[in-house]
């Protein structure tokens, strides 16, 4: 038995988590052990995120930790994931202790681009290819992040090219999974009685496969609206999805999610500015006013879906009028909860090139007026939902107090209440009795089950 021992760090979002999960699948295939000590492993891997600039730098500041950490022999040191996909051989000028670069495409070939490196390969192993045909997108439950909760990629890669966006460049172009590929993995989920699923993607709602099959006779406008009523005859308890792309978000999805109680009412729609101005400079592709017409359809909806959304504050020719018309924006759709980022200049966008004109210190400024803003809104929404009855999905113990338990309602809010780990995996109706600033607190009700109340009363 290979007796090689790797660990996987793993930075970023959803998909970088995924990725982490199928790597890990393929190397245990090949003999190859996992551990979640770095200073045990032969083989430290970090997969990484560049979606901004900190993320990246992220990246390199481990590997200097992890070096500096051991004694005796050193391990391979590899870098996979999109900084590895954007920099290339360049890491080994940036870090030189580093011995193999892999890219996001690469997820199948790492025991083998492992095994060249370990063999004295340094520094050549290199892979920034294509995703081949045959890879697999198959991830055993032992390498799952939860026992209860899975990650299924839909689509990868982006064809939107927003101006400040690197993820065109670090994931590729849209490369939609077929359905049948990913409704026989959400029903073998649903047999080994995983509760929740996340459809995941870069733009979940560009869902486009090459065939219909595994769609056939399923009503629908787009290819995602059927995707998720397929999804839904799955039978799994909890569906969720993220993210969607305005441009790209079709009514029907809404329908989708009014017609089956286990699609989940939340949606992440990133907006990202609320002036027309700064959306055509960011080339979004859409304007506010198409913009609250989806969120307008939300709100219509009979199942109180949440809004998320994500917005970057100081892109560069921002102006305090244009940032006004994102606080008028917020004030308007009020979401369930922002992301708010300070732009951050990457490398070859589009929008590299123009003047980063923004101080560091408006865009501070402009990103606590933005905190303080949603966070009124927010504390509205949390403190309307104390004295009703949510569903839970109960994750683990909570990190407040050792005698609580945490989970999450069905569009994502987190929850804590009194319980015991025997209560781990379950979905556990809780009474809310109070309202925090990011969460709620409630208690457990026994012996009955929230029904409509719990399907149309989550928020994030």
């Known amino acids: 038995m290979n007796q090689t021992n790797v660990y996987i760090e793993t930075m970023g979002c959803q998909m970088n ?38 993320a ?17 022999r050193a391990p391979l040191l590899g870098v996979m994931g999109c900084v590895a996909q954007l920099e290339g051989e360049s890491i080994f000028d940036h870090a030189p202790t580093v011995g193999l670069v892999v890219g996001t495409r690469a997820t199948d070939r790492l025991p083998t681009l492992i095994e060249r490196a370990l063999s004295g390969e340094e520094r050549q192993t290199l892979d920034l290819g294509e995703r081949s045909e045959g890879d697999s997108w198959e991830v055993s439950p032992v390498e799952r992040h939860s026992k209860h909760v899975a990650f299924v990629p839909i689509i990868e890669g982006c064809n939107k090219f927003c101006s400040y966006c690197i993820v065109p460049y670090s994931r590729g172009r849209e490369r939609s999974r077929p359905a049948t590929e990913i409704l026989g993995e959400l029903r073998r989920l649903h047999a080994k009685g995983y509760k929740e699923v996340h459809l995941i993607g870069q733009n979940v709602n560009s869902y486009h496969p090459q065939t219909e099959a595994g769609l056939e006779g399923v009503e629908g406008a787009t290819a995602f609206s059927r995707l998720l009523r397929a999804a839904a005859a799955t039978g799994l308890p909890r569906i969720k999805f993220t993210t969607s792309f305005p441009r790209d978000f079709h009514v029907d999805i809404i329908r989708a999610i009014d017609e089956h109680d286990n699609l989940c009412n939340w949606v992440h729609l990133p907006v990202q500015t609320g002036s027309d101005r700064i959306l055509r400079a960011m080339r979004r592709g859409h304007t ?6 989806r969120v307008e359809a939300l709100k219509r909806s009979r199942r109180n879906i949440a809004l998320t959304t994500d917005i970057i504050v100081g892109f560069p020719g921002e102006t305090p009028e244009d940032f006004a018309d994102t606080l008028t924006l917020v ?11 300070k732009y951050s200049e990457r490398k070859d966008t589009p929008a590299a090139r123009l003047p980063d004109d923004v101080s560091e210190m408006d865009k501070s400024a402009r990103f606590q007026a933005l905190e303080r803003a949603q966070q009124g809104i927010q ?34 809010k987190v929850v804590n209440f009194p319980g015991g780990g025997n209560l781990i995996g379950q979905l556990v109706d809780v009474r809310i009795s109070s309202a925090k600033p990011h969460s709620l607190y409630g208690e457990q009700v026994l012996g009955g089950w929230c029904g409509a109340s719990a399907a149309s009363s989550s928020i994030v």
């Open 17 to 54: 988590v995924a990725d982490t999960e199928r790597a890990a699948t393929r190397l245990r295939e090949a003999g190859y052990q996992l551990t979640a000590d770095p200073n045990a492993a032969d083989v430290v891997l970090f997969n990484t995120c560049s979606v901004r600039a900190r």
């Open 56 to 72: 990246e730098q992220k990246v390199y500041n481990r590997i200097g930790e992890i070096r500096r950490a051991r004694t005796g």
């Open 288 to 293: 506010t006013a198409d913009y609250i017409s």
């Open 331 to 341: 004030e308007r759709c009020q979401y369930d909860g922002i992301y708010i980022f």
């Open 379 to 412: 504390d509205n929404l949390y403190r309307s939902y104390v004295g009703r009855t949510l569903s839970v999905l109960v994750e683990g113990e909570s990190a407040r107090s050792p005698l609580d338990v945490k989970g999450h309602t069905t569009c994502h």
